[in-house]
């Protein structure tokens, strides 16, 4: 009775132990699949926060490349004078976009973004400075230019006041013939003694008085004073028709009927020259004109009447 007493306890204990075990088998079972399935979810959970870490990184980027693009938009093409800045941000942009990419030491790509900030900002800084030393260079060359405008009106007035007044000393300097007088004689005898006359048909003389003027601002020195007489026909009452009894006035060449040199020092000269009736036919009855010419310019005009 005692074996069998026994033999049954000690089955007793022995399934008992196994049942132990077993407990403990399926507890560490259980430990290690929840173990599994929480470090799963804690990989994950690292995973996601990765990956928005990334976003984050990659947005910082952006965000600040997009600033970049605006800038040199804003300033044109004095962002080309600082290119060197440029090429500097754009190859550490493409290094932060491999780092972010490959690897996960976010604190190396942190540092790197903030060193490109600072690059962006030393970028925007010389821009600034560059426009600043640009703007005041424009400045100065308005400057300068209106007073290169100043002085060249300045210029020119002078110039202007200087022909004006050498106009005027020019229109000073021209000679003036006065007391211009035609008178028309027969003349009798053979000493040929002047007698006035009025009657066309008698006259064989016609006898031009005037008087050149004073005129200290004229240059002095001989030249020729000329006298052109026009019948009533308009016909100039010349020698002959060829240059050598014509004179210039201006750029016109005119004939003329009488010539005098004199030898003019700026004081007035009284001058007399005669026209003598070269044919029998009588003069021509009207009004005759008498134009007076001395340095290319007329100087004076008259005229007579003949019945």
Known sequence: MDNKENITTEKKVNTTGYKVTIAILIAIIAVLLWTLLYSREEIKAVEIQKEEIRMDLTGELDSLMVQHSEVKKDYGELSEQAAQKDSIIDANAKEIKKLIAKSS???????????????????IDQLDSIYTENHKLKEDLLIANDKINSTTKKAHKLEAEKDQLSQIVETGAILRAYNVKGTTFRLRGKTKREVETFKAHRVDRVKIRFTVGENPLAKPGKRFAYVRIARPDGLIISEGKGDEFSFLAGETRLQYSLKQEIDYQNKSINLELNWDKKSDTDA????????????GAQIGTSSFTLE
């Open 105 to 123: 030491d976010y604190r190396h790509i942190k540092r790197k973004l903030t060193y490109l900030r600072k690059v962006h900002q030393s970028y």
């Open 284 to 295: 021509m009855k009207g009004t005759y004109h008498v134009a007076i010419y001395l340095d």
